[in-house]
């Protein structure tokens, strides 16, 4: 649901700043990109496996271990995204702040930036 309180959108700061360390780069880059197509198209997103991994720049789709293939499992691992059915799949538009074992496994200047973007989002709510 957009604009949840204390979630983060896919050009936040705080979503580039602490989830891109936390997802890496081609799952957080498959994030931003569908959560940034269902703002615009909000009735929902429809594409290929050939057109998001041509999106993303991941190559052939083909084979368990092609990129786009554990791009995808990562964003379900991380709870972004839910198959439904093989042709339907929920993604999360925002993203919550991370957990502290997430936070644990990041540089300290990743957790200071997520306790200093979270610290002034509190004070000024």
């Known amino acids: 649901m957009p ?22 780069p081609s799952t957080f880059l498959a994030w931003r990109l569908l959560a940034c197509e269902l703002r615009h198209h909000p009735g929902g997103v429809t594409t290929t496996l050939d057109r998001l991994a041509a999106d993303l720049g991941l ?18 691992r991380f709870g972004i995204t839910r198959t439904i059915t093989e ?18 496994r990041l540089d300290d200047a990743v957790r200071d930036r997520h306790k200093r973007i979270v610290d002034s989002r509190t004070q000024t709510s």
Not at 3 to 18: D, E, H, I, L
Not at 59 to 76: D, H, K, V
Not at 87 to 104: D, G
């Open 87 to 104: 042709n339907l799949v929920l993604i999360r538009e925002e993203l919550p702040p991370a957990t502290p074992a997430q936070l644990a």
């Open 59 to 76: 190559g052939s789709p083909r084979g368990e271990q092609a990129a786009i293939a554990r791009t995808l499992r990562r964003l379900e």
């Open 3 to 24: 604009g949840q309180r204390g979630c983060y959108g896919p050009n936040s700061y705080y979503a580039t700043a602490v989830w891109l360390p936390i997802l890496g």
